[in-house]
């Protein structure tokens, strides 16, 4: 008989610091688990009040509620696993598959708030407690292993059935309901009458028009039938192509729900709550990822367009292992489900980028010949030069440039270029110019000077000296602020949305006050010396850039630490300004941080920086995809800018 063992696991309290005080940081992020939590419990009804004084959140639901049993093995149980059970995995009144899977998605609330009360009511009986976050730090600190939360005795009368959450004391000051009410309706793909589930804020409930984005939709891809109806809720689209559904793994057959869509102007993608330009996954209903593109280096002009949603139920099946990360965010990489997932979804990327071009160089004709101008004059073209002229119009209509006067004047500075030049054959008649034919040289001159201000030399061109003028700054490996100028001035670098950002001079003076008081570990002679680090204001979106030279290298905590402070100092004057706007934070580094020592660890510290709204740049990346963006299109034309040196050379004379 093998003796006992001397050996022990426990578990403390201190696991709550990690899988509940620090796992979320947005309240929509929380909010959404509660919302989860009332859908397993066959709610029909949701009722989420916002309170401005006191500031507090209360999030009610008419499902079926939990005694005194309940409560402590399966609410207060860190890690209950509904799904153990056969007859717990269908809810038994709406036979809906449960979403909850790990039993911690309910800790999310000790990150958002100080107190939570839970009032509950099953079969009659009542059961009302409160936690305090800070009376749970002293029990971790003393290394108990339980705690007790406080019973409350008032109970609230209007409440007869399910259960209520109340939310005090936010750690982060909440003023949006709009905000709310949208990331609710885009974090759930559930939310309606057809599936008895109605969720609302203040009385008002959520619709699916509360995204916010089909009415955006130009055109669109869904997969299979069962999809049409995004398509139906897209009112201003142009193009719907439905599109196959099927993957296989293995021997298992499954499919895939949802739609891939693009927008007509890339600045329609991003707002003040939220960035668009993502294809975001859904499992059983419930946001499972942010963003399926971040696993591709797909850099075509059309992902600047692109936005959708993926429903892939068969991630979650009970049967299977469990592949969602702990903070139900993400999707274990590995697992072969998800990399076949990601297969299709690549497939699917490619066959958008192929319809979407010919469709925005068919609408390019199409948008130029609305002017009577335009029209006469390409419908007076014939043969080779009519394909050249519609390829051209395709061209401008896939540039990044969102205002239509802008689009306006490249048209017109574009039709003076095609005429002028006619591509191949005015070259020929340039080189066909003879030194006494003085009269023909001055005319092909003179409509070379309208030229000039056309989007090749204007735009193209002037943009292709900064990159290259960048690219000598940084193998020089020059001090931050003699780069600043070429990445602050142009902050089409890092995004073409960002052609043109805003400043606010209030707002610009009492951030870069609030910067001043930050130390970021810097000798007191280099802090005077150098500025590398900015604040913009661009698409409704605060932009930190944090700069180093090419040569110099950090680690992935240093970098966090260091732009954690500079976030702390503006969201300081965001709160004072009670602004709502989100923040990012872009770091230009030389080398890759000296901790990413695989790929690995580097996709895991770069989903680390992520939580906290901040990327890395490379500067060897941030040319090299700058310089791919606009050298095919100046390729192209390379003969235009030999013809107007020549001539300028020759009217310097």
Known sequence: MPRESPYRMTLTLNVLNHLGLNLYSSLPAVAAEVVANSYDADAEH??????????????????EGMNEDDVNDKYL???????????????????????GRKGIGKLSLFSVAEIIEVYTVKSGQRNAFRMVVGDIREKIKTGEGAYSPEVISDWPEDLTKGTRIVLKELKKSFRAEAALRRRLARRFSIIGAEHHFEVSIDGSPITIADREYF???????YFGKESRKYAEYCTKTKNAFQRPNGIVVGTEEFTVEGWIGTVEKSTQLKDAYDNLNKIVLMVRGKLAEEDLMENFTEGGVYTKYLFGEINANFLDIDEKADISTTSRQKIIEDDPRYNQLLQFVYAELKNVENTWTRLRNEEGVEKAVVYPAVKEWFDGLKGERKRRAEALLGKINQITIDSDDERRTLLKHSILAFESLSYKENLDALDSISPDNLKKFTEVAGQLDDIEATLY?????????????????????????????????????LDPAWDRATENAYME????????????????????????????MSTGKHIIIELKRASASVTTPALMDQVGKYRRALQKVLDATRSEELIEVICILGKPPSDWTSQR?????????????????????????????????????????????????LETV
């Open 46 to 63: 949701v009722w989420i009040k916002i309170a401005k004084d006191p500031e507090q959140i209360s999030i009610t639901d008419d499902g």
């Open 509 to 536: 003076s009492s951030v870069l006050k609030e910067f001043k008081q930050v130390d970021a570990g810097l000798p007191a002679a280099e802090k005077r010396a150098r500025l590398d680090i900015t604040y913009k």
């Open 77 to 99: 149980t860190v890690g209950y696993e509904r799904r153990l059970k056969p007859e717990t995995k269908i809810t038994p009144k709406w036979k809906r598959p449960v979403m």
């Open 457 to 493: 030399h204007q735009i193209v061109s002037e943009r292709l000296r900064v990159i290259e003028a960048l690219r000598q700054k940084v193998e020089e490996d020059v001090l931050e602020k003699l780069i600043q100028q070429y990445v602050f001035d142009h902050l089409w670098l």
């Open 601 to 649: 660890e580097r996709r895991d510290l770069e989903r680390a920086l992520k939580e906290i709204d901040t990327r890395v740049v490379l500067y060897g990346e941030l040319i090299k995809n700058a310089s791919q963006a606009y050298s095919a299109y100046a390729d192209k034309h390379k003969g235009l800018g030999t013809v107007m040196k020549v001539i300028k050379a």
């Open 215 to 221: 009415g955006k939709v130009q055109f669109i891809w």
